[in-house]
């Protein structure tokens, strides 16, 4: 691992690891901070021994720290989220108490996009499922079922933040017609605009989820969506499995209400439904969005520049406004 690099300074702040870290990004860390990693978890005794004099906290993109936790550490000074996603993070909390929150926006847009677009793709065109079919040497008794064709289709995305357009580059590139929804209408994108998830899911063929999570959008993909949405129609989530509502989703796949789904984000992750394991029309990963080591470096990156930035009194890089 290169790049993590930093000044010498005097005194090492103690730092709070409140999720597991990229083992490169850890001994970057160790190098320069005393770390202690998830002991407000693992043995409170000793957390409230070292509560007092934690200046900073490093989570990632799922973890959560609420008020609670922040109430408990007088010296807090920031939060560092290795990720784009701080839907766990209670920033007013934070912000009240004047301690900023940092993420690692930008860095991962090509890839959680990639895996959007690959999603799309898989599910349309069954690629694990004709993976299998000739590794079980099925092939010789002849061919296998038609699937869908992506390219000239219809897409809809739901958020159309930097990870959304995104997606929308790519998926110009294969002439889909590209809609979208979001709080408001971006002026610099021109898409065709839907005020809503509903509307949006009724004109189109694939709908990918890839809004902000919590509570604003908690459960914004519902029933009435799916069925809007059709019996050929296909939905990807790469954003938080908290968006979709998950039974909903899982009666609608059962029950041919939609097509089929890519899926890279869960309810109650890493735990997966068996009914959704099990099904034949779903495409499954476990949470990969931004899971390649050249991307996971540059978020590592950013949470470390962050927290210098902070501890030698530069200007953050990428705080978060709320
Ligand atoms: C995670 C993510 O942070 O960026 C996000 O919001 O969800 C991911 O990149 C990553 O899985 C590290 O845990």
Redesign the pocket.
Known sequence: MTGIHAADESGRPELLAV??L?PFLMEALRRHYTVHDRIHMSDPAAFAGVAPRIRGIVA????KVPRELMAQLPRLEIIS??????DGVDVAAAHERGVPVT??PEV?NDD?ADLAIGLMIAVARRIPQADRFVRANEWPSGPIALSRKVSGSRLGVVGMGRIGQAIAQRAAAFRMEIAYTARSPRANVNYTYYPDAVSLAAVVDFLVVITPGGAATRGMIDARVLRALGPEGYLVNVA?GSVVDEPVLIDALRDGVIAGAGLD?FANEPHVPEALRSMPNVVLTP?????TRQT?EA?GQLTFDNLRAHFTGAPLLTPVDA
């Open positions: 999720a597991p990229m990632n993109g799922e973890a989220v290795f990720g784009v996603g701080y993420n690692t991962l959680v938080r984000v949470h990969i969005g931004s899971g996971r978020m």
